[in-house]
């Protein structure tokens, strides 16, 4: 199957360009990074086996050329992330502390930390998106978790 | 309230901005220019190769012909490369996925009066032996040397990775510089800012 590129941007754009921003942490590459992302899908003949298959490529080069664009060698004049910050309605002052802190963890933790609690994806499935073994990404979701609690506090409850 | 849901009342204040367009047509425009851009990248990909051996890009044109195996991308592959005597060569040969590739190139070695001489076989399967760089469709990026290869996505450190395979005990050094072309050599990396990228 492969879905019109219309009918994915559609359904995905906005979450894949938060899993960008959550790796570049930069607006501007993020969306650089979607739109790369659909050109991909749309120029290639690849075909895919089911819905979770399409949405599960999708992420997985979102990420890769997210940490490609963190690699190169001149990035944009970014907004730093604070002033960035700033531009965000939040609904409560929790919740930009908490978007913060994920901003703060190491790209690693927080890529996993993202699929888990944002994407709603297992531990498992995490694994195969990212290439890793399922105690590897048990050891970073856990430190992750480690890391927000710390900052947060209260505020980070004990639940998984 | 849950982790889970918390986390994503926080990151519902993340959105593209207004001015963030992926209407397909203006996609379409852009997919025209990044094939350009790839194609020049592969370009200097080979014009680096080339300098590293005090050579220079030539265009291909239409010799000998041999059939050999190399390895290409991981891959040992049976190539038919057509060697045209004037130091360029073109090849095709049928990848891992079945499809048939045509490739081609060449070069010419300037010699201390400034005179162009054309690169022989040998020098030009030299330069078929050598390391090579894959940008996947994933985004991945891949050095693959012989029967090696190795994932190099994550160890960009400012643009710049480096790679050391070893063969029967003989070093290859790579520097490879993010979308900016790559070299390798076997007494020592060579340093990227030695040559310009794209």
Known sequence: MKPSVEILIEKYRNNLYVMAFSVCKNAQDAEDVVQDTFIQYWSQKKEFESEQHIRAWLIRVVINKAKNKNNTFFRRNALPLEDYIQTLTFESEESSELFEAVMNLPEKYRIVIHLFYYEDYSVNEIAKILKLTQSNVKVRLSRGRLLLRNTLKEDWGYDE | MTNKEKYKKAFSAVHPSDEFSLEVEKMKRIRKRYV???????????????????????????????????????????????????????????????????????????????????????????????????????????????????????????????????????????????????????????????????
């Open chain 2, 36 to 198: 350009c851009k790839k194609m020049a990248a592969s370009i200097l990909c080979c014009v680096l190769f080339m300098t590293s051996a005090k050579v220079a890009y030539a265009m291909d044109v239409g010799g000998i012909q041999r059939t050999v195996q190399l390895w290409i991308q991981g891959d040992c592959t049976n190539v038919t490369v057509q060697f045209e005597g004037d130091g360029t060569y073109s090849m095709e040969y049928t990848d891992a996925d079945g499809n048939e590739q045509f490739r081609g190139g060449g070069g010419v070695e300037f010699a201390s009066d400034g005179s162009e001489i054309p690169l022989s076989e040998e020098e030009i399967m030299e330069y078929l032996t050598m390391p090579d760089v894959e940008y996947k469709d994933d985004g991945s990026v891949w050095v693959y040397w012989y029967d090696q290869k190795v994932d190099i996505t994550d160890k960009f450190v400012d643009g710049v990775c480096y790679v050391k395979f070893v063969k029967d005990k003989e070093p290859m050094y790579v520097t490879v510089k993010y979308h900016g072309g790559f070299a390798a050599g076997p007494h020592k990396y060579v340093d990227p800012d030695s040559w310009v990228s794209n």
